[in-house]
């Protein structure tokens, strides 16, 4: 069973910035795409970025994080990594790490495991 740990969440200044991680066991994590999504209380839960299974390939980013957001994955570790940067208040949000094989996508619904979420907090 792949398991998903996220990690890296905490209280940040507007204009700030902060990385998150997500350590992956359990599968193959070589073979899989990640994707990071986000959810603020009353709200669906919305795709940020994704990164797929090659090495190479291009990432996706949602138009809101697009300059500001950077995701990469290290295979060595089976950690995945979201650089944030210029942190605003609608930035405030649980963040979730979720995996899927192979291609990644912006569809919540096609990733088959996710982590337990990391609550990022913006001050201003």
């Known amino acids: 069973q792949v398991r998903l740990v996220e990690s890296g969440g905490g209280l940040v200044q507007d204009g700030g910035s902060l990385r998150l991680s997500c350590a992956v066991s359990g599968g193959p994590f070589s073979n899989l795409a990640m994707g990071w999504f986000r959810q603020t209380s009353g709200k669906e839960r919305e795709f940020v970025a994704a990164?797929?299974?090659?090495?190479?390939?291009?990432?996706i980013y949602a138009d809101f994080v697009k300059g500001r957001f950077t995701i990469s994955r290290d295979n060595a570790k089976s950690i995945v990594y979201r650089q944030m940067s210029i942190l605003k208040a609608d930035d405030w949000a649980v963040y979730y790490c979720?995996?899927?094989?192979?291609?990644?996508?912006?569809?919540?619904?096609?990733?088959?495991?996710w982590g337990q979420g990391t609550q990022v907090t913006v001050s201003s």
């Open positions: 990164i797929p299974w090659s090495i190479g390939s291009p990432e």
């Open positions: 979720a995996a899927r094989y192979f291609a990644a996508s912006r569809r919540r619904d096609e990733y088959m495991y």
